[in-house]
């Protein structure tokens, strides 16, 4: 190596880790700041014997512990009527057929919208309520400004992150120096087009973390060969196109509620059709073929099962519509078995466990139905002999260090010859080894960046976990709420399986890490995702100015 | 949505039971990345499982005893140097697993836990042995074609000068690693220094007379009758010759078996193994960590004529060379060893140095007193017996072994130091079927010796 090329490397190799702890310290306080909830509305019980602030667009009145307008009194439902803030004003929806629900002494069969002052009675309470004039039923996608300099600081981190790392893989390999420029080139002015047009006022910390993931991604890519950082550089376009649409999409609560049917028949259509027509690559007939393209269906029914998980509180708590959903995951589940992507099942799995247990299905059912699946794999995996071959080295993969646990193995050495910053972009040796790119995305970072590096990768997706899960009280619409928790948690799982797989904690299934693994359906699916988890984060009431409390 | 944010808490447990997986992997890390790293399948340090991740390895004298060349390993030129120093370098397959290659191969390659193998990009370690190439091919040519090993230290600074261990092979010849692979060439693998342990013979006197030292106050006027043999118990042990009523100086000198089986058996089966620990028996020694096969003295169901033999290092006592040649250094520095050390110095491909070897002092073996006057029974013993002039302008204190092993010629032991200040060399030869101690351990030693000599008068 080259005496300059050296000192470059020596000194990059800690700045890299430095800028991305960063980064990650500062995504971390973005993300944790809470937005304080605002009241929307009040409820009088009873002549104003009590009054009860309603701060979430969408509330349960019943006599549980667990609702949000809690009525004392034996003749009310225990989930008795639904309250929801939409576009036109508030709406008062019976909760079941028995709930009885009288606005100004009229029975309400469907639903009935409310104006400050009507008088409801439920059961043999009566309420009285007061809306907050000064709700804005258009605004959307506006946080507040006290993190606006956070953002903008993390875009500019993650540039000169992508500078240095630009560098790197130019003084390696010199004659690619063109292609790498003008992918990673291109990559940032999309950045630097997009975050100033969405606005550094607005959330866009999901993106930046999600770019900075990506850029990772290319990073594995350009490792192998400029081919691939070309194809995995228009993957990015795509996915980031894909996620703008389903933003612009997912907004519109009542354009997917109408699309919910449709997108479930034509997913289950794209997954027969893989079932019959499919490309059989390394075992599993996972792949389509469509105009000389091949791609994973399954990647983009993961989007379809996550946007049809839920509806507004109102539909959501009708039977048809949790039964459509399991019947939807069940064949899924069915199809992805037929095909042999047991990774892929995993996920599926896992995700509606997510949802279940975010719908409020009783915990039972949710528990129930999680022990009998487990207890399904492990009869799977004991009884049917080419799972149990495939499980044959798992945990041993030492001892088949050159045959079952090649890649395991080699990936530990990797890891562990990268030590915590890493020898470098592009001098690492794992991406000769078979999927390295995308099942051993973990040891190939590892490798060049650094363990301490490819922890804060792995840790982005736990953070997007936790973004999910504290903007449930604040959104909207549980419609947002269990799709970004299930998005999340799919991003998790998926890391999960791909890390822990590689290192032979878990069986390695070949299941991806969103947005670093290379392929093209796995980046425009993840991006896809990214969509629920963005707008779980920013679809929430605004109030008009600050004189309204 | 209170029921709902509440639900919420299973989002942040999945998070919390990631991080708990996480958090394994990582203790899994930190307690096993060395091994990773260090696997043959790491092609990183390995090239086809050949160990060629490393800088070079040279000796004391700054001679290159291997080198990695074009992704492959070079070893010195030299056939004497390259089969003299085999054990001490090892092989680029790892075949001799105490070999520097094998097992220091983690500071050859530079490894640590922070900064992984970056040296495979910046340049490997080059690793200095304490050992002179020089007097190890002396010590191999000297053993002559016999199985064996030499140990030669400074025992001022504890630097070990020459370990050779035979039989040896040729790492350039195909031929003879074949030989060695198919188990032709005994042990050829094992370094005999470190991992093998032979009876002590003789050379055990010295642990005997120790004891008489510290525990009979009459120790240089009480006699034993020697009648080519001694009565112990209605059974003899034998002796090489017919001494008569004879004292301890006289006993050590001529090394007679009668004298020394019957002191041990007055001694007792107690005191006798308190002072064979004391000398290293049974007790863990180690080179620069590579550990080694332990000496062991054991006579607690011995019978009375069972101690006697042991009292004189037969019966089932077992001495390793590393732990004798330590145990000398102790004898020589008036009761207190210095350890042997190997690796005199690490450093990195920008020659700044990671690590150098030192003397450190070992575990008192006896008192000042006692040392002083086994030593003067050393002298003794080469005065009358061995001659001084056997080892021409070197000042030799010495104890020679022959150890009787079922049905073989007897393997040939000499231990002992040169009391100089210029030359202050411990050593330890031992010839496997070599017959008397007195003839053929006595000129290896007198030629390793020599060698080293010469090697510091330069
Ligand atoms: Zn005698």
Redesign the interface.
């Known amino acids: 190596?080259q005496q300059l090329e050296?000192i470059y490397?020596?000194a990059v190799?800690f700045i890299l880790p430095a800028l991305t702890v960063l980064m990650l310290i500062i995504s971390v306080k973005t993300v944790l700041h809470h937005l304080k909830r605002k009241t929307l509305a009040r409820f009088a019980i009873e002549n104003y014997e009590n009054v009860v602030e309603i701060k979430?667009?969408?509330?349960?009145i019943g006599r549980s512990i667990?609702?949000?307008v809690r009525l004392k009194n034996p003749t009310v439902q225990k989930e008795h009527a639904v309250l929801t803030l939409t576009d036109d004003g508030f709406k008062l929806t019976p909760a079941s057929r028995q709930a009885e629900v009288f606005v100004n002494n009229y029975k309400v069969d469907d639903e009935a919208y409310l104006q400050s002052g009507d008088r409801i009675r439920v059961g043999g309470s009566t309420l009285q309520i007061a809306v907050n004039p000064a709700i804005n039923m258009k605004a959307s996608y506006k946080a507040d400004h006290a993190q606006k300099q956070c953002r903008a600081c993390n875009a500019v981190l993650l540039t000169l992150f992508q500078l240095l790392t630009v560098i790197c893989y130019i003084l390696h390999s010199p004659k690619t120096a063109l292609t790498t420029m003008a992918v990673f080139g291109a990559i940032m002015a999309l950045e630097w087009i997009y975050l100033p047009i969405r606005g550094f006022k607005s959330n866009v910390g999901v993106e930046i973390m999600a770019f900075f993931l990506t850029t990772v991604g290319l990073c594995v890519s350009a490792s192998k060969s400029s081919e691939l950082l070309i194809k995995q550089g228009i993957f990015f376009a795509a996915g980031l196109l894909a996620f703008i649409f389903m933003g612009l999409l997912l907004s519109h609560l009542n354009a997917v509620d109408k699309l919910r049917i449709p997108v479930m028949v034509l997913a289950l259509l794209l997954f027969f059709y893989n079932c019959f027509f499919g490309t059989v690559v390394y075992g599993a007939k996972n792949w389509v073929s469509v105009f000389g393209f091949l791609f994973q269906p399954s990647e983009f029914i993961k989007v379809a099962l996550v946007f049809v998980s839920a509806s507004a509180l109102d539909k959501m708590l009708k039977m048809k519509n949790l039964i459509t959903f399991l019947g939807f995951v069940f064949i899924c589940l069915l199809c992805l078995a037929y095909i042999r992507d047991f990774g892929a099942a995993a996920i599926y799995f896992a995700a509606m466990m997510?949802i279940l247990?975010?719908r409020?299905c009783d915990l039972k059912i949710v528990l129930g139905l999680g022990g009998a699946a487990l207890a399904g794999c492990l009869f799977i995996i004991r009884f049917i002999p080419y799972i149990t071959d495939r499980f044959a080295t798992y945990l041993h993969a030492?001892d088949y260090?050159?045959s079952g646990g090649?890649q395991q193995?080699?990936t530990?050495?990797s890891?562990?010859?990268?030590?915590?910053?890493?020898?470098?972009p592009g001098?690492g040796?794992l991406n000769?080894v078979f999927a390295a790119d995308t099942d051993l995305v973990f040891g190939v970072i590892s490798e060049e960046f650094?363990?301490l590096f490819s922890?804060c990768v792995?840790l982005c997706?736990?953070l997007y976990?936790?973004y999910?899960?504290?903007s449930?009280?604040r959104t909207r619409s549980?419609y947002y709420?269990v799709t970004a928790?299930a998005a999340?948690?799919i991003f998790?799982f998926q890391?999960?399986l791909n890390?822990?797989g590689s290192?032979d904690?878990l069986p390695l299934t070949g299941v991806t890490m969103p947005f670093v693994s290379n392929g093209g359906s796995s980046m425009i699916a993840a991006w896809m995702l990214l969509a629920f988890i963005k707008l779980g984060g920013s679809q929430y009431v605004v109030l008009r100015s600050k004189e309204a409390s | 949505m209170k029921r709902l944010s509440l639900r919420a808490g299973v989002m942040l447990a999945l998070a919390a039971i990631f991080m708990l997986g996480l958090t394994f992997f990582l203790v899994l890390y930190v307690s096993n990345a060395n091994s990773w790293a260090m696997h043959a399948g790491n092609t990183h340090i390995y090239t086809n499982g050949e160990f060629t991740g490393g800088g070079d390895v040279l000796d004391r004298n700054g001679k290159v005893l291997a080198t990695t060349k074009k992704n492959k390993r070079v070893f010195n030129s030299d056939t004497t140097i390259r089969l003299s120093t085999l054990h001490a370098v090892g092989d680029a397959n790892g075949f001799i697993s105490t070999g520097v290659q094998t097992a220091f191969r983690d500071k050859l390659s530079g490894y640590n836990l922070i900064t992984g193998l970056f040296s495979s990009t910046s340049g490997f370690n080059d690793v200095t042995l304490t050992i002179d190439s020089n007097i190890c091919a002396a010590a191999y040519q000297a053993l002559g074609g016999y199985k064996g090993t030499v140990g030669l230290c400074n025992y001022k600074t504890g630097e070990l000068l020459c370990m050779v261990s035979t039989p040896s092979y040729d790492v350039n010849s195909k031929s003879d690693l074949k030989r060695a692979k198919d188990g032709e060439l005994e042990g050829v693998f094992m370094n005999r220094f470190l991992s093998a342990t032979y009876a002590p013979g003789s050379t055990f006197k010295i642990v005997t007379a120790m004891a008489a030292i510290e525990n009979f106050d009459d120790a240089y006027t009480r006699t034993y009758n020697c009648k080519g043999g001694g009565e112990i118990g209605g059974e003899t042990v034998k002796c090489t010759g017919y001494h008569g009523d004879i004292s301890l100086e006289q006993a050590f000198a001529v090394s007679c078996n009668s004298y020394f089986s019957q002191l041990a058996v007055d001694l007792g089966a107690k005191t006798m193994t308190e002072y064979a620990e004391k000398f290293g028996f049974n007790k863990k020694y180690d080179l620069d960590g590579i550990s080694a096969k332990t000496s062991s003295f054991n006579v607690d169901k011995a019978r009375k004529i069972e101690l006697g033999w042991a009292g004189i290092g037969q019966y089932n006592d077992m001495q390793n060379p590393l732990q004798y040649l330590t145990s000398v250094t102790g004898i020589a520095n008036g009761g207190t060893p210095i350890k042997p050390y190997l690796i005199k110095s690490v450093k990195n491909s920008w020659g700044f140095t990671l690590k150098s070897g030192s003397a450190k002092k070992g575990r008192r073996i006896c008192s000042g007193d006692t040392a002083e006057k086994v030593a003067k029974l050393m002298d003794g013993a080469v005065r009358i017996t061995y001659y001084k002039s056997s080892f021409p302008g070197l000042d030799v204190y010495g104890k020679t072994g022959t150890a009787e092993v079922d049905g073989k010629t007897p393997h040939a032991e000499f231990i002992g130091y040169c009391k100089d200040d210029d030359y202050p060399f411990a050593f330890v030869v031992v010839v496997e079927e070599g017959g008397s101690g007195n003839y053929l351990a006595k000129n290896v030693a007198n030629q390793v010796l020599q060698a080293a000599k010469q090697s510091y008068q330069k």
């Open positions: 190596m050296l490397f020596s190799r979430s667009a969408e509330c349960m667990l609702c949000d997510v247990c975010l409020l030492w260090a050159s090649y193995t080699q530990m050495m890891i562990a010859s990268g030590g915590l910053f890493g020898l470098g001098n040796n000769r650094g363990l922890l792995v997706f736990v976990v936790v999910a899960s504290v449930i009280p549980i709420a928790s999340s948690a998790l890391t999960t890390l822990f290192v904690l």
